[in-house]
């Protein structure tokens, strides 16, 4: 059984920050990369960030102002979120990919609301 749990989470203005943390618990292990996705209403689910050992991946629209980061052997992830828009609205999920019991999978947490407002 694996958990992942998210929280930061909350409202800020335009122009603020947020961080964003992720911690992933169980029998969980050799995890192959983490990530976070958002999905603002009305809208599928994107992928916001991704992070392996060797290399780091941003959206087109928060290159330069997000910023992830992981502590693998701790099993957490990060989002450092900056210069905060109104398009930035939605609920954010972390995803790890790993190996649980011998099987390679993906999981989820239930996600953390990020709202934006001016």
């Known amino acids: 059984q694996v958990q992942v749990v998210e929280s930061g989470g909350g409202l800020v203005q335009t122009g603020g920050s947020l961080r964003l943390s992720c911690a992933a618990s169980?029998?969980?292990?050799?995890?192959?990369?983490m990530g976070w996705y958002r999905q603002a209403p009305g809208k599928q689910r994107e992928l916001v960030a991704f992070i392996t050992t060797s290399s780091v991946n941003y959206a087109d629209s928060v290159r330069g102002r997000f910023t992830i980061s992981s502590d693998s052997p701790g099993k957490m992830v990060y989002l450092q979120m900056s210069s905060l828009k109104l398009e930035d609205t939605g609920i954010y999920y972390c995803?790890?990919?790993?190996?649980?019991?011998?099987?390679?999978?993906?999981?989820w947490g239930q996600g953390t609301q990020v709202t934006v407002s001016s």
């Open positions: 995803n790890v990919q790993g190996i649980s019991r011998g099987s390679w999978n993906s999981y």
């Open positions: 169980g029998s969980i292990s050799a995890i192959n990369a």
